[in-house]
């Protein structure tokens, strides 16, 4: 079986503070990762992708994500949040063969002016 | 470039009466597809994949089906909604196992 949990239902910051957003999987093979973003009534748009190699991946607007197979995680972050960057961030797993795709509940993100 | 296109944007209505939402991909053949449903304030569950013409697997009984008509096409229906079938709804396909690509959505509303 595999999951994806995100601890940490509500978060905020406030405007130009550094941020991390929590993800930790469970999966016995080698897990594909991604963070998706999503605004409000919109779909969702793919924030950076983990496939193996360097555990830093670099995403879109300043965001990055740290793979750490021995913590089963994929830590979200960004030096400096901008008020636009309020919205939910979801955790992704893909594994398993052509039906898996697993989601985390989501963290909603609010910037503090 | 492969788009993704989700039809109808949103939806009221009513209890008892038949649905049909509808997720077409340009640009990209043999696609694996899936139906994705959110409650308002709910996580995203899978409702329902395919990887082939004809051929659709249920993850999640919610009284609606779903076919594959054509290799571009995937259709999300059911003869009788209930107010539990509100929400958000996403199409959206993937590249192997690699990322997913979804849709913008259609918002239902059952009233």
């Known amino acids: 079986a595999q999951s994806v949990t995100q601890p940490d239902a509500r978060v905020t910051v406030s405007e130009g503070a550094s941020l991390q957003l929590r993800c930790k999987y469970s999966y016995s093979g080698t897990p594909y990762l991604f963070w998706y973003v999503q605004y409000p009534r919109q779909g969702l748009q793919l924030l950076l992708k983990y496939y193996s190699g360097d555990p830093v991946v670099q995403g879109v607007n300043g965001f990055e994500a740290e793979f750490s197979k021995s913590n089963s995680s994929f830590h979200l972050r960004k030096a400096s949040v901008h008020w636009s960057d309020s919205a939910v961030y979801l955790c992704?797993?893909?594994?398993?063969?052509?039906?898996?795709?697993?989601f985390g509940a989501g963290t909603k993100l609010t910037i503090k002016p | 470039a492969q788009t993704i296109h989700q039809w109808p944007v949103a939806e009221i209505k009513a209890v008892g009466s038949p649905l049909s939402l509808g997720c077409t991909i340009k640009?990209?053949?043999?696609?694996?597809l899936y139906w994705y449903w959110q409650a308002t304030g709910g996580t995203l569950q899978q409702l329902f994949y395919s990887i082939t013409v004809g051929q659709v697997e249920s993850v999640v009984q919610l009284n609606l089906s779903a076919s594959r008509p054509k290799d571009d096409q995937f259709i999300l229906s059911t003869e009788k909604l209930l107010l539990s079938h509100s929400g958000f709804y996403l199409c959206a396909w993937r590249r192997g196992r690699r990322e997913v690509f979804f849709g913008k959505g259609t918002r239902l509303t059952v009233v």
């Open positions: 992704v797993l893909s594994a398993g063969g052509n039906e898996k795709v697993t």
């Open positions: 640009g990209k053949s043999s696609p694996n």
